[in-house]
């Protein structure tokens, strides 16, 4: 296959030097990812791990966390047959923090932080973190490409990551979208993927989630500021036999609206508690994420809030820094 070698900066050669050298002298690796993972996650967390075993077959080389019933096409995890140690060595892909960071870590053990969102937590004893790349995945193929020949690209790696750099570009549309991550997804299009096959994985609705979507565009409220929000019941998921997190897909959807810059998810979890996902054509949303403990990319952030007062609350203060960014940008 072609594969195309970014001159990468002087400082990312060293980091990316590092990583390698780490890796060759681990006997055990442990690939994290965060919680509710989303493509990308899975995506750069498996393509990583099939990379890593392929080269260093004496290797132990884990992915940590079972993936969920909707990902797991992209492949399954085997975490329960290794015990974290410290002589382990950790590689969290796509966690913008600790917290976030799904399964048990290995007390001591030397961490390799690889990520993509804003490095408020560089909680790594290595971070290569470069909000540049549309994608963790996408990072990932960079590593690859760098090894020159240490690292061998298969159908099942270029699979996982094209999935996921599709999946976080919501198909090559968010402005993080580059040459260089086209030039990624036409080099891992060379080893015969089944792109039509990826695409309907992520995209296709089941009848509950094609309910759920027409409920969703029928009860949000536009607010005629720009931004756009729906609550979404967890008496309503469950009469339609939805599993929470199924909702991702249907995320960007409020967004394909003509007059939404903002626009907020609210999805009630069995905790009885409420998931927030933000999404943003241009307007930041982190920084009022992470006024309520969330956290994520300008344009495309989460958090957990407790009660509908609170949710009143995100959505004030939303409202207010969408009619703020608008009334500066049109000046
Ligand atoms: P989501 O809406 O859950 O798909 O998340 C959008 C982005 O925000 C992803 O990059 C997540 O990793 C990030 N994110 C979601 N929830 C949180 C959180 N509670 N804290 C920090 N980052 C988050």
Redesign the pocket.
Known sequence: MATFNWLLPMKDNLVLNTIMSRITDADRILVYR?T?P?P??IGAQMGLVQLLATAFPSKTVVAMAAVPQRLAWLGVTDEQSVTPQATDLVIAV????AE?LEGQLPADALIIKIDH?PNRDPYGQLNWVDESYSSCSEMIYDLYAYTTGQLTMTAAVATALYAGIIG?TVRFSTPETSSRTLTIAASLATEEIDIAAISHHEMDLTPALSKLSGYALSHQVDDGDGLVHVIISQTHFEQLGLQYGEE?VL?PLLGNQTTAKVWL?FIETPEGNY?????SRAIPV?DV?KVF?????PL?????VPDIATIERVVQRMRAQVVAKTVVSSV
């Open positions: 965060h509710n989303d990308d996650a796509d966690c913008a923090n976030r969102h976080d991702d995320v998810w998931r927030v996902h933000f999404r982190n994420a403990d969330g956290g994520g990319h495309a952030s989460g958090a957990f």
